[in-house]
């Protein structure tokens, strides 16, 4: 069974340049996760998915992040303008029930200049 | 809002012996906890599962305790190896109906050989 993939693993930006990180979660997984983890620390919850619509994004930092789901399969976060602190793995995680275990990505290691 | 604490400092076991890590929480009553494995430069992966009403788990060399009264759970991985040298993060449902995880720092373990 093929696990969570996620891309680009690495990326460099400037600060206040744009970034979009992509996630294809195990197929028949209808949750979805994007968490930030920041050096040191543990994984934070961003924003969660059920199918394509969103659930909780009440840690999401609206004026600067985005995500979507439009087809209920893929997600893409996205940061517009990226800040220094932004600068952190950005994992994906999908699970087959909301209260079940999560299988995550290997991540999205982002560098903010 | 719910805290979890984990050991901040590495643990240093040596090989053969039992290691043991500790997460406590406050603020809260999960229905449910987890633990997660973490190797640098990769995703979190899922070890065990406990629910409230469970005292013990185990899975091969792995156990984990749940005291709901102390707010605490012990994981404990018996005749260590150095490959069980990791990131052991500790995962608790975030409650008030939310889905997803609220995750610990982690605790560093090292096995030596």
């Known amino acids: 069974e093929a696990g969570v993939a996620q891309s680009p693993r690495y990326k460099i930006i400037e600060k206040r340049q744009s970034v979009a990180f992509w996630c294809n979660p195990i197929?028949?997984?209808?949750?979805l996760y994007w968490y930030q983890q920041i050096l040191g620390q543990g994984p934070k919850l961003l924003i969660q998915?059920?199918?394509?619509?969103?659930?909780?994004d009440s840690q999401l930092p609206k004026d600067r992040f985005s995500a979507e789901r439009l087809k209920g399969v893929d997600s893409t976060l996205k940061i517009q303008p990226a800040k220094l602190e932004d600068s952190a793995v950005y994992l994906c995680a999908s699970s087959f029930t909301s209260a079940g275990e999560l299988f995550f990505g290997e991540g999205s290691r982002l560098t903010v200049l | 809002s719910q805290k979890i604490e984990q050991n901040s400092e590495a643990l240093n076991i040596q090989e053969g012996k039992t290691a043991t890590l500790t997460c406590n929480y406050t603020?809260?009553?999960?229905?449910?906890l987890q633990w997660y494995r973490q190797d640098p430069g990769r995703g979190p992966v899922f070890l065990l599962l406990?629910?409230?009403?469970?005292k013990e788990k185990r899975k091969e060399r792995l156990k984990v305790t749940f005291d709901t009264t102390l707010k605490q759970s012990l994981f404990h991985i018996t005749a260590s190896q150095p490959a069980d040298s990791a990131t052991y993060l500790c995962?608790?449902?975030?409650?008030?109906?939310?889905?997803?995880?609220?995750f610990g720092k982690g605790t560093h373990l090292i096995i030596q050989p």
């Open positions: 998915f059920q199918n394509n619509g969103v659930v909780d």
């Open positions: 995962a608790l449902d975030r409650g008030g109906g939310a889905d997803g995880l609220t």
């Open positions: 197929s028949g997984h209808a949750t």
């Open positions: 603020n809260y009553s999960p229905a449910y």
């Open positions: 406990i629910r409230e009403n469970e």
